[in-house]
């Protein structure tokens, strides 16, 4: 009998999701700005986007499906974006930053929400 994911971790499954497309987005915008005088780099850069994308791609479905083993890299990924949103804190805009951490602690939220713990302790 299949269990029905509760809000927040869909909610956060969701988000998870979002992210993975960023990253393909961010991968395949490394590929086609590739030359010659960077292209071990751009191909690394490349692969390390998509790699990552499909990883974050593969924990969102298995929210999705409630699986709990997927709770733990998603709180470790989305810890790597308050780092990044820690990072561009000094940038021109405050949006980059503020939008990073905002999802981030979303998703942490939804992961770590009584309803989720409950539901993916029952699986």
């Known amino acids: 009998m ?3 994911p509760p809000p927040p971790l869909v909610v956060a499954a969701s ?3 979002v992210e993975a497309v ?11 700005n590739l030359n010659s005088g960077r292209l071990t780099m751009g191909v690394t850069t490349s692969a390390f986007f998509l790699g990552a994308a499909a990883a974050l791609a ?3 479905w298995a929210l999705w499906r409630v699986r709990r083993w997927a709770r733990s890299p998603v ?7 308050l780092g990044l949103a820690w990072n561009f804190r000094d940038v ?3 949006v980059l930053p503020v939008s990073l951490a905002l999802v ?3 998703v942490i939220a939804g992961l ?3 309803a989720t713990t409950q539901v993916l302790e029952d699986v």
């Open 112 to 114: 770590l929400h009584p």
């Open 15 to 17: 988000l998870t999701a």
């Open 22 to 32: 960023v990253l393909v987005g961010l991968g395949l915008l490394e590929v086609v």
């Open 75 to 81: 709180v470790m990924a989305q810890l790597i974006v």
């Open 2 to 4: 299949p269990v029905t």
């Open 92 to 94: 021109s805009t405050i």
């Open 58 to 60: 593969w924990c969102a």
């Open 104 to 106: 981030a602690l979303v």
